[in-house]
């Protein structure tokens, strides 16, 4: 079977001055600045959004914010709107990363709320659920990845127009260097892939995208991405390491190659 488009993001977090940013941004360009499948998407702070998107405008690399506001504009002092984003060139954002979730301490209910918002105003999202170490282990993972799926995605139709791609982040693979293992993150894609062809329907699930985020680099990438129901990733640290990063792109690179010469080849 020919694998779904596959998206590999580089979430920036809050790191970059606009000098580094444009700097990272511009040794990207170089090494991976022409590769158009998979889709690279880099998320790189707010302030930084339009600087980067001179660097990269003229390659295939995508450009998206690590967040956006639920509301469209008005008296919402220090928020971004989806609007903003897409007037400085972001295609694409993230809702519900862990960070929010257990930092800033955001809902379902926001996430939900800044999800249709950005569907409505055409961004492409990148929804990002996982569970918790102590959910874990206590079994609670196909649960919390239910409930956050469900809550996040109510009312939300079908996507259409915009995309929208899952990103399945445990929360204890984040930023710690331990990643999950492949079987682990397939089984949890596998169950979010059933989860979505329950919620809408065998097609739209067969051609969701979903990451996998915690802790990737190069040296685990190809493993985990290799793996049935992994269709890209959503890289933190190593994004930041424009060498590791383009690494990592080449497998996904690498193993998008090898499905086409198998289906070619059949
Ligand atoms: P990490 O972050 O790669 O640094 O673990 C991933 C993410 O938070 O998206």
Known sequence: MSRRSAVIGGNWKMNTTLAEATELAAELTTRIGSVGHPDVVIFPPFPNLHAVDTVIRDTRLQLGAQDVFWAEKGAYTGEVSAAMLKSVGARWVIVGHSERRHIIGESDE???????????TGLDVV????ETESQREANETQYVLASQLGRSLDGVDKPAGARLVIAYEPVWAIGTGRTATPEQAQAAHAFIRAWLGDRWSYEVAAGTSIQYGGSVSAANAFDLLAQPDIDGALVGGASLKAEEFASIVMAQRELLENDRSDTIGS
């Open 110 to 120: 926001v996430v939900n709320a800044k999800l249709r918002l950005a569907l409505s």
């Open 127 to 130: 929804l990002a659920v996982g």
